[in-house]
């Protein structure tokens, strides 16, 4: 007897992962707004139970306590060479000011290095950032990310990338960051034959050290120092150290601008790629890496500290954001 099966379509939002028992007919599901049951024969949900705080997740050993048809507590699988793993735990990662005729346009230069062993898929937790990368011999644009990424990179793999300032990137590449949100982007997709003569005047070596020169060397060569846009910045550096409490984000920056909030957002979107809401997402978010990165206080009282309103706030949005909890975060840090 051959088995039939049929496509159903069961919209999940937020799916951060699935457990299941391949002598079990039932899948349990975990999202950002809590658990499902869904019966894989019938292609439907059986059960459901909305909680958001994640307490029913057990970070150290990927279980979950079941519920419905699945009580007790079960795995999904855990940990191994295929699943993602934060860019920040795989290889060597360093960070350094770019040469300074470069420092108009890049705020850092940075090396990434894989070791010897395969490493597992990566995730790349959104920063609001941009970065010019050299990846495999050739230039690249990392956009800037609303969502985790994953990226599959080899052993050994060296990239180097090169940070723009908040709102240069727009200017320096000559394109609105609205199109090129979630992207990897070659260059010569944007630049076309000025990105391959850049390409060619860089020296490539075995010595990380003696690449990075030449690509400072060549990068300066082939772009002009761009300014950024002077509100935009002034923008992040509001939204980055944090609203006055009680206060609505956006007719809080058009009175600190004075720019109407047609302009505003279309000039979020041309130097962010996205608008206000989001990089006050992603900025209180990184707030919070930086405070767990130096304290050993509770999760909870970082969470207050970065300007969310709880700990089960916090939760959501690192969910949304990495797709971790806060202290999964917490360890490679």
């Known amino acids: 007897m051959v ?6 379509f069961l919209p999940i939002g937020g799916l951060s992962a699935v457990g299941f028992d391949e002598d079990c007919r039932f899948v349990l599901v975990a999202s950002a707004s809590g658990r499902g049951v869904f019966d894989v024969r019938a292609g439907e949900r059986v059960a459901r139970e909305p909680d958001d705080s994640w307490s029913w997740y057990r970070d150290h050993d990927h279980s979950c306590e079941g519920i419905g048809p699945l009580p007790g507590r079960g795995s999904n699988g855990g940990n191994d060479m295929t699943d993602p793993v934060l860019a920040q735990a795989i290889g060597s990662f360093d960070e ?5 005729c470069l420092c108009t346009s890049f705020a850092a230069a940075w090396v990434h290095r894989m070791g010897p062993s ?3 898929p990566i995730v790349v937790v959104p920063d609001a950032t941009v970065d010019l990368q050299w ?3 050739s230039f690249r644009v990392a956009g800037p990310d609303k969502d985790p990424k ?5 052993a050994n793999d060296v990239v180097v990338g090169f940070r723009f300032h908040p709102a240069a990137a727009a200017a320096c590449l000559g394109v609105p960051l609205v199109e090129l949100v979630g992207q990897r982007v070659p260059l010569d997709a944007i630049w076309g034959s000025r990105a391959r003569k850049l390409a060619d005047r860089v020296r490539v070596r075995d010595d990380v050290e003696d690449l990075v020169s030449s690509l400072e060397e060549a990068i300066a060569e082939e772009m002009a120092p761009c300014a950024a846009d002077r509100a935009m910045q002034i923008a992040y550096d509001l939204i980055e150290r944090g609203s006055p409490p009680g206060t609505q984000l956006v007719p809080w920056l058009m009175r600190a601008l004075e720019i109407s909030e047609r302009t505003l957002r279309r000039r979020f979107d041309a130097s962010f790629g996205y608008g206000p809401k989001t990089l006050d997402r992603i ?10 990165s130096r304290s050993a206080e509770s999760t909870a009282a970082l969470a ?11 939760v959501r949005e690192s ?9 999964r975060m917490r360890r490679p840090l």
């Open 118 to 120: 395969g490493p597992p």
């Open 150 to 154: 994953t990226e599959i990179l080899a």
């Open 304 to 314: 207050v500290e970065a300007g969310y309103s709880d700990q089960a706030h916090l």
């Open 3 to 8: 088995a039939t099966w049929t496509k159903h």
């Open 96 to 100: 350094r000011a770019p040469r300074r």
């Open 283 to 292: 900025l209180r978010y990184q707030r919070f890496l930086r405070l767990a």
């Open 135 to 137: 990846i495999e011999g």
């Open 319 to 327: 969910r949304r954001l990495t797709g971790a909890t806060p202290e």
